[in-house]
């Protein structure tokens, strides 16, 4: 069951323009929600994470916003740089016992 | 290098084979995970170890796949009678404490069963 979505596979930007990257889940009991960044043949990296009673959480150039209303939640790059390019995972868990990831979403940022 | 470590970083074996991965946490994580990538996919949620017990193995896809971590520390994931549908990345990641903190991931282990 996918209870963690990433709906777009790919997102394509221009260097120093904002990167958005989106996120839907459907288990009301998750309470804790991260980002990882992947690059080829190494795993997954944290990148950001935010707790469910918090709405947004800012790291340098990134921010992730949180929507439990809707089970929705972002990551923004701005600017975004040409380093950034990878595969984003959105994860998220109840008491990190059993943490549940998207498919990813392709990020290419254009110099 | 104090990063989780997965050996080996490829394996390539029969079909109906045996395998077994390796997972060296970051020292001093009580909780270790192990994960399976497929291509297009997000990892899989195999198993979760807090210290030397599996505290929830309900992702273990059947009765094939079994891991072990008897010292609390160094993790082994085992396949029986490995099938092609096996084939994956198998990631493994480690904890502070399994208690809503970052997973910190190994580079992982390709699996190719031919």
């Known amino acids: 069951d996918q209870q963690v979505k990433q709906n777009s596979p790919s997102l394509s930007v221009q260097e120093g323009r904002i990167s958005i990257l989106n996120c839907d889940y459907t288990?009301?009991?998750?309470?804790?929600f991260l980002w990882y960044k992947k690059y080829p043949a190494e795993g997954p990296t944290f990148l950001i994470s935010?707790?469910?009673?918090?709405d947004k959480n800012e790291d340098g150039r990134f921010t992730v916003f949180l929507n439990k209303s809707a089970k929705h939640l972002s990551l923004h790059i701005v600017p975004s740089q040409p380093g950034d390019s990878a595969v984003y995972f959105c994860?998220?868990?109840?008491?990190?016992?059993?943490?549940?990831f998207g498919a990813g979403t392709r990020l290419t940022v254009k110099p | 290098g104090a990063g989780v470590s997965q050996t080996p970083s490829n394996k390539v074996t029969e079909k109906g084979k045996y395998v077994e991965l390796r997972c060296d946490p970051i020292?001093?994580?009580?909780?270790l995970y192990w994960y399976r990538q497929s291509l297009g996919q997000g990892p899989e949620f195999l198993i979760y170890?807090?210290?030397?017990?599996?505290?929830?193995d309900s992702g273990l896809p059947n009765d094939r796949f079994f891991a072990v971590r008897p010292e609390g520390s160094v993790s082994t994931l085992k396949i029986q009678r490995t099938e092609r549908g096996d084939s994956a990345v198998y990631l493994c990641?480690?904890?502070?404490?399994?208690?809503?903190?970052?997973?910190?991931f190994g580079n992982g282990t390709r699996l190719t069963v031919t």
């Open positions: 020292s001093g994580h009580t909780a």
């Open positions: 935010i707790s469910s009673i918090k």
């Open positions: 288990n009301s009991m998750f309470d804790y």
């Open positions: 994860a998220a868990a109840y008491n990190n016992n059993d943490m549940r």
């Open positions: 170890f807090q210290g030397t017990g599996a505290a929830d």
């Open positions: 990641a480690s904890s502070r404490d399994g208690n809503n903190s970052p997973l910190h």
